[in-house]
């Protein structure tokens, strides 16, 4: 079974300075691998996904991610972060070779981003 | 860009009662999910829809729980004699492809009293 684990469950940081986001699953199969933002009183919006080629994706809003496979791990960096990145961020994985390939995601339990000027 | 709507935004209901949660998809999705969240906790999944059947399920979605496509528009999930415990946030999200990452809607925050 698949699972992912957010290390950190709160992330205070200054205005521009730069913020990592930690994410490891754990997972028997290779995986697609996502990440999404929630803004207060929000939906999910996607930032990024990883689905294969390079291990460097780019996603909306300034972020990157980094798959490490050897690592199990898909954290999350911006070099420079703005009051409005203040949200929660949650880790996500999907399993694209199951039996039912539904595209059900496992998510993390989040990381709250707390951006101080 | 193209949303998924979700009403109502907030439900209040007394225990034991039924609710009807709704959902409009983008309207050139096929897959369609409900998920959860638990004040607190973790987003789970709920339940997978296409093809006009549920293609999975998780151990949370059992028979007080149902989903249907009633027309080519909307998506709802109902939640027969609700539970303290169903106080939540449920998103519902739609996708056109199952791995590619889908758009969710809002939610709509259940309370039951």
């Known amino acids: 079974a698949q699972s992912v684990t957010q290390l950190d469950s709160q992330v205070p940081v200054f205005e521009e300075a730069p913020v990592e986001l930690r994410c490891n699953y754990s997972s028997s199969v290779s995986v697609y691998l996502f990440w999404y933002v929630q803004y207060p009183n929000q939906g999910l919006q996607l930032l990024l996904k990883?689905?294969?080629?390079?291990?460097l994706v780019k996603g909306i809003n300034g972020f990157e991610a980094e798959f490490n496979k050897s690592q199990t791990s898909f954290h999350l960096r911006k070099p420079s972060v703005h009051i409005s990145d203040t949200a929660e961020y949650f880790c996500a994985v999907s399993d694209p070779h199951g039996s039912s390939n539904t595209g059900k995601l496992i998510f993390g339990q989040g990381t709250t981003l707390q951006v101080k000027p | 860009e193209p949303e998924v709507t979700q009403t109502p935004s907030h439900q209040v209901t007394q225990m034991g009662q039924e609710v009807i949660l709704r959902c409009v998809p983008i309207?050139?999705?096929?897959?369609f999910y409900w998920y959860r969240q638990i004040l607190g906790q973790k987003v789970e999944f709920l339940v997978s829809f296409y093809n006009n059947e549920i293609s999975e399920k998780s151990e949370i979605f059992d028979d007080q729980f149902s989903v249907e496509r009633p027309d080519g528009s909307n998506f709802t999930l109902k939640i027969r004699s609700t539970k303290l415990e169903d106080s939540a946030m449920y998103f519902c999200a739609s996708s056109q492809d199952s791995n590619y990452g889908y758009t969710f809607g809002s939610g709509t925050r259940l309370t039951v009293v």
């Open positions: 309207s050139n999705h096929l897959y």
């Open positions: 990883y689905l294969s080629g390079s291990t």
